[in-house]
């Protein structure tokens, strides 16, 4: 998907995430290389008017945070080790306002995070789940401050911020 709204979460989780990371990687899995972030919403295109939505509602809730707490795997994707967070009515809320702004804004919405799919996580592993799972367990959760709701462009490469707390 080219356009994603995520999650950028605070560096103290960031760090974290890092390290396990690190552990399924010396587990002989291969790790995501991307900054851990958590996608909320993902669409062919989000464009200025969805975008601009997306600001103005987002200014009105507060950004909760997350406890990623459970190594799992994705519906339909085997090769993934996930870190799962537990979805608490306020992260819903968030993933809600996202989703009630983009509908019949965007094209080729991406079903997975649609409301009653989605399952927010981090991506620590893109191979050998079994190995990584067995490095990782029995996990220590990881508190993550969300600071900022962010779409960005898969494409290109461009971020931009919708909300910060900062």
Same mark, same amino acid.
């Given at each position: 998907?080219?356009?994603?709204?995520? *999650?950028?979460?605070?560096?103290?989780?960031?760090?974290?995430?890092?390290? @396990?990371?690190?552990?399924?990687?010396?587990?002989?899995?291969? +790790?995501?290389?991307?900054? +851990?972030q958590v996608t909320v919403a993902a669409a062919g295109t989000i464009q200025g008017p969805a975008?601009?939505?997306?600001?103005?509602?987002?200014?009105?809730?507060?950004? +909760?945070?997350?406890?990623?707490?459970?190594?799992?795997?994705?519906?339909?994707?085997?090769?993934?080790?996930?870190?799962?967070?537990?979805?608490?009515p306020e992260v819903l809320a968030v993933h809600s306002v996202v989703h009630d702004v983009l509908?019949?804004?965007? /094209?080729?919405?991406?079903?997975?995070?649609?409301?009653?799919?989605?399952?927010?996580?981090?991506?620590?592993?893109?191979?050998? +789940?079994?190995?990584? *799972?067995?490095? @990782?367990?029995p996990v220590v959760p990881v508190r993550a401050r969300i600071v900022a709701v962010e779409l960005?462009?898969? /494409?290109?490469?461009?971020?931009?911020? @919708?909300?910060?707390?900062?």
């Amino acid at each position: 998907m080219p356009h994603v709204v995520r *999650f950028r979460l605070d560096d103290d989780a960031v760090a974290a995430l890092e390290a @396990l990371r690190g552990t399924a990687l010396e587990a002989g899995a291969d +790790p995501e290389p991307d900054r +851990p972030q958590v996608t909320v919403a993902a669409a062919g295109t989000i464009q200025g008017p969805a975008r601009d939505a997306l600001v103005a509602d987002l200014r009105l809730i507060s950004l +909760p945070t997350l406890w990623l707490a459970a190594l799992s795997s994705l519906p339909g994707d085997d090769e993934h080790l996930v870190l799962a967070a537990v979805t608490d009515p306020e992260v819903l809320a968030v993933h809600s306002v996202v989703h009630d702004v983009l509908a019949g804004r965007v /094209r080729s919405p991406h079903v997975a995070h649609l409301p009653g799919s989605w399952l927010p996580h981090c991506v620590l592993a893109r191979s050998r +789940p079994p190995a990584a *799972f067995a490095a @990782l367990h029995p996990v220590v959760p990881v508190r993550a401050r969300i600071v900022a709701v962010e779409l960005h462009d898969t /494409r290109t490469g461009s971020t931009d911020t @919708l909300r910060s707390t900062t």
